[in-house]
């Protein structure tokens, strides 16, 4: 935990100051964030990290060894009483504090505090704010180190893939494949090359590409034959726990030309990824904020007018980070409405797609890196269907 940072952001968004809060481990960001372990919680426990001063910390006495490791001065608490005797004196001099809470539970992803806590402190007078803001300036923000991370796994990974696709076409044309054969081809080439990744990737054929979470396994697994229509989402990061995840998704189509139907599709889909892009690289080259919501909403209404809106089902990208979808800025309008700002240092994916049932589906995937006035997408960029 780095205490003047958190302090200096306080005051920066002129909140009084940040309180967290858990019991049984129902907010693995405080943990994250503060830089110690959970251990078993079975009571309830405090800190607060105030805009000024020393933080404070209220405990159970059985536990009262809970919050150790962190600095300030140590309040304990058996009954309920004492609980919210202690928590009023915890918060003397406070009013506006950031806890993990979400209006309407808008931003569910920051929504650990439970509406009883909640309840409690509005009756001691307190406003109690949003710290989606402050969770993504402290856990999505990434250091130099970590962005070298996604690099060496974007390139790693470019390469699989485009070594993946030729594979395909070999095995479709000699002795034949299926999904799961192709994922395990894909696994087997991330490990060979130092790569780590918690299920996946994804191999997707024909009727299975509507479905945006598909996963192929041994028994489900379709042959791939010429003629079809392939997706392949994959992922991964290099082996250390706090590197920077890769993830991107390609089409394509075997052994022919695509229809009039996929490249249309296709070319909505690849122009809606551009269009969040273009605001994405435009906002951060101008110097100006750009909130999660509104690259959705550019992407999205590339897919609207072109008619398609009704098959474009979930949001347009995700946070990355150590974790591959991350705590920060998702780009969403439909899911939620992502009101978190696209932080400098910061990674999230670009992925539109349009998904007709029984048919195919495209996404088109990429990751972008933001930097003090400056955004980029990371990797090779696909600007039509792969003829495998």
């Given at each position: 935990m780095?205490l003047?940072s958190?302090?200096?952001a306080l005051?920066?968004?002129?909140?009084?100051?940040?309180?967290?809060?858990?019991?049984?481990?129902?907010?693995?960001?405080?943990y994250?964030?503060?830089?110690?372990?959970a251990?078993?919680v079975?009571?309830?426990?405090?800190?607060?990290i105030?805009a000024?001063?020393?933080?404070?910390?209220?405990?159970?006495?059985?536990?009262?060894g809970?919050?150790?490791?962190?600095?300030?001065?140590?309040?304990?608490?058996?009954?309920?009483?004492?609980?919210e005797?202690?928590?009023?004196?915890?918060?003397d001099?406070?009013?506006?504090?950031?806890?993990?809470?979400?209006?309407r539970?808008?931003?569910m992803?920051?929504?650990?505090?439970d509406?009883?806590?909640?309840?409690?402190?509005?009756?001691?007078?307190?406003?109690?704010?949003?710290?989606?803001d402050?969770?993504?300036?402290?856990?999505?923000?990434?250091?130099?180190?970590?962005?070298?991370?996604?690099?060496?796994?974007q390139?790693?990974?470019?390469?699989?893939?485009?070594?993946?696709?030729?594979?395909?076409?070999?095995?479709?044309?000699?002795?034949?494949?299926?999904?799961?054969?192709?994922?395990?081809?894909?696994?087997?080439?991330m490990?060979?090359?130092?790569?780590?990744?918690?299920?996946?990737?994804?191999?997707?054929?024909?009727?299975?590409?509507?479905d945006?979470h598909?996963?192929?396994?041994p028994?489900?697994s379709?042959p791939?034959?010429?003629?079809?229509?392939?997706?392949?989402?994959?992922?991964g990061?290099?082996d250390?726990?706090?590197?920077c995840?890769?993830?991107?998704?390609?089409?394509?189509?075997?052994?022919?030309?695509?229809?009039?139907?996929?490249?249309?599709?296709?070319?909505?889909?690849?122009?809606?990824?551009?269009?969040?892009?273009?605001?994405?690289?435009?906002r951060?080259?101008?110097?100006?904020?750009?909130?999660?919501?509104?690259?959705?909403?550019?992407?999205?209404?590339?897919?609207r007018?072109?008619g398609?809106?009704?098959?474009f089902?979930?949001?347009?990208?995700?946070?990355?980070?150590?974790?591959?979808?991350?705590?920060?800025?998702?780009?969403?309008?439909l899911?939620?409405h992502?009101?978190?700002?696209?932080l400098?240092?910061?990674?999230?994916?670009?992925?539109?797609?349009?998904?007709?049932?029984?048919?195919?589906?495209?996404?088109?995937?990429?990751d972008?890196?933001?930097?003090k006035?400056v955004?980029?997408?990371?990797?090779?960029?696909?600007?039509e269907?792969?003829?495998?």
């Amino acid at each position: 935990m780095n205490l003047d940072s958190i302090q200096a952001a306080l005051r920066e968004q002129k909140l009084d100051g940040w309180l967290f809060y858990d019991h049984h481990g129902r907010d693995p960001l405080a943990y994250t964030i503060l830089g110690f372990a959970a251990g078993h919680v079975t009571r309830r426990w405090f800190y607060l990290i105030p805009a000024h001063g020393e933080p404070k910390k209220l405990v159970h006495r059985i536990e009262s060894g809970r919050l150790d490791s962190l600095p300030g001065a140590r309040s304990v608490y058996s009954s309920w009483q004492e609980l919210e005797s202690g928590l009023a004196t915890l918060l003397d001099g406070v009013t506006k504090i950031a806890m993990q809470y979400s209006p309407r539970n808008a931003i569910m992803y920051v929504s650990m505090v439970d509406a009883g806590t909640v309840e409690v402190l509005r009756e001691m007078g307190k406003e109690i704010v949003s710290s989606a803001d402050l969770v993504s300036q402290f856990e999505a923000v990434m250091t130099d180190e970590q962005i070298a991370t996604h690099y060496v796994a974007q390139a790693k990974i470019d390469a699989i893939l485009e070594e993946g696709w030729r594979e395909m076409g070999r095995r479709v044309r000699g002795a034949g494949t299926d999904e799961f054969a192709m994922v395990e081809w894909l696994s087997q080439a991330m490990r060979r090359d130092g790569i780590v990744w918690e299920h996946g990737p994804n191999v997707s054929v024909g009727p299975n590409s509507a479905d945006s979470h598909y996963e192929p396994t041994p028994e489900s697994s379709r042959p791939i034959r010429r003629g079809d229509f392939v997706l392949i989402d994959i992922w991964g990061k290099v082996d250390r726990p706090d590197a920077c995840f890769y993830d991107i998704t390609w089409t394509g189509v075997v052994d022919r030309e695509p229809t009039g139907r996929e490249k249309k599709v296709f070319d909505v889909v690849r122009d809606a990824r551009d269009a969040a892009i273009d605001l994405v690289r435009r906002r951060f080259a101008s110097g100006l904020p750009v909130e999660g919501w509104e690259a959705d909403d550019a992407a999205r209404a590339v897919i609207r007018d072109a008619g398609f809106a009704e098959f474009f089902t979930h949001r347009t990208g995700h946070n990355i980070g150590p974790v591959l979808h991350g705590s920060g800025a998702h780009l969403d309008n439909l899911e939620t409405h992502d009101v978190r700002r696209i932080l400098p240092n910061t990674c999230f994916s670009v992925e539109p797609g349009l998904y007709f049932t029984g048919e195919f589906g495209v996404r088109n995937e990429v990751d972008m890196i933001a930097r003090k006035g400056v955004a980029e997408v990371t990797g090779r960029v696909q600007r039509e269907l792969v003829r495998i």
